[in-house]
């Protein structure tokens, strides 16, 4: 009976794979066990740490806006690491490359672990969290980053830290909005720029010479959630699978967004929002997204 040997390349390219399969393995964090199913306060620590450096660049070249950063905020933060964060901040190389100029279309979904956006300084926005109901990205519940089912570590910023370094936005950029000048009685200033090249907003928008608070349009879904091998419980937030959109029961579309005109666009603009209430930082674009926001 006759035996078939491997030759030699070939074993040692199989243990290659195998050796870096298992390194790769090593590398990926482990994701948390979650049973949490219950909505809560967001807990927010103080932000009253300065991070010296921010440094952020916004040009343009041909059809091109480029906005490189070293990612650290402009603004005070909270402390890193803390309970319910365990990373510290340090500098980036951020590189964003999107149209000067995007074209609206049909909505697409955010990828996951994709960032919807950057703001102008520098520092992106990511809406979704790496945390899932069992730790089971397949579960097909994704824990909301502001449903405070599970404890982040934000900061007041709404902000927090992944494990490479890079602070990131979840919600309401507080410390911004206030260094720019945000206030309830007139049009949001600028905040940044969504993956697809359209200006994001916060909260309110001029509507017909006033001010209007723009408002989400998803809602909480009915009932409770199926129980046994998933979730139970009343919808309440806890999920990002808790609400649906509901057209028309609020001012902006799937997306957050609304056709506006703004000082930055005086002949008018397709623009995103960030709003109050869920999803807060939008989940999906309605132009094709440039360079710089995959999965990070």
Known sequence: MSQHVLPFKTLALAAAIILGLVANAKAQPKL??????????????????????NKVAITTSGARRIITSNGLPSHAVGSFPNRGNPNRISAQSHRFVVPVSPKVGAARALARGASFG???????????????????????????????AVSLGFDANFAHVQPSGAYHY???????????????SRPSPLIGY??????????????????????????????????????????????????????????LDECNGA?????????????????????????CLRGTPGQGFGKR
């Open 259 to 283: 056709r506006v005109v703004t000082a930055d666009y005086p002949r008018g603009t397709y623009a995103y929002f960030l709003t109050d209430a869920y999803p807060t930082i939008p989940r």
């Open 194 to 251: 969504a993956a697809d090249g359209f200006p994001i907003y916060a909260l309110n928008a001029q509507v017909d010479g006033q001010v209007v608070r723009m408002t989400s349009s998803y809602q909480l879904k009915p009932g409770r959630r199926p129980g046994g091998t998933q979730p139970g419980g009343p919808h309440d937030g806890a999920f990002k699978q808790d609400y649906q959109y509901v057209a028309g029961s609020g001012t």
């Open 32 to 53: 948390r066990q979650h049973t949490a199913t219950t909505a809560a306060q967001v807990a927010l620590t103080s932000a009253n740490r300065t991070v010296p450096g």
């Open 118 to 148: 950057v703001a102008i300084n520098g520092v992106p926005f990511d809406p979704n969290a790496a945390e899932f109901w069992l730790g089971n990205p397949r579960s097909g519940w994704d824990y909301n980053a502001l449903g405070g």
């Open 170 to 184: 979840h919600g309401l950029p507080v410390g911004l909005m206030q260094q720019l000048g945000w206030s309830a």
